[in-house]
């Protein structure tokens, strides 16, 4: 069974950061394409980062480009996102995605408000 536990989220300043992490189990992570999604109050879902199996590719939207950091680590079975400069409109819930299938965790909530 794919297993997808996203943490690190929380209420944050504008401007502060954001390390949020994914744990990943039921399927050999260093083989697939993951990606970081996020969902907005009353909006649908909107990918914000995604990373090759090796970690090598990344690739992002211009929303979030400079920003925002994909990153894994294949022994670990881990997924990064680390979120610098928060902005109000990045408050949602963002969820580790495994691409093929579309296989997603529970979500940490991102708020970003002074």
């Known amino acids: 069974e794919v297993q997808l536990v996203e943490s690190g989220g929380g209420l944050v300043r504008p401007g502060g950061s954001l390390r949020l992490s994914c744990a990943a189990s039921?399927?050999?992570?260093?083989?697939?394409?993951m990606r970081w999604v996020r969902q907005a109050p009353g909006k649908g879902l909107e990918w914000v980062a995604i990373i090759g199996p090796s970690g090598d590719d990344t690739t992002y939207p211009d929303s979030v480009k400079g920003r925002f950091t994909i990153t894994r680590d294949n022994a670990k079975n881990t997924l990064t996102l680390q979120i610098n400069n928060l902005k109000p409109e990045d408050t949602a819930v963002y969820y580790c995605?495994?691409?093929?299938?579309?296989?997603r965790g529970q979500g940490t909530q991102v708020t970003v408000s002074s």
């Open positions: 995605v495994r691409t093929a299938g579309g296989d």
């Open positions: 039921g399927f050999i992570f260093r083989y697939y394409e």
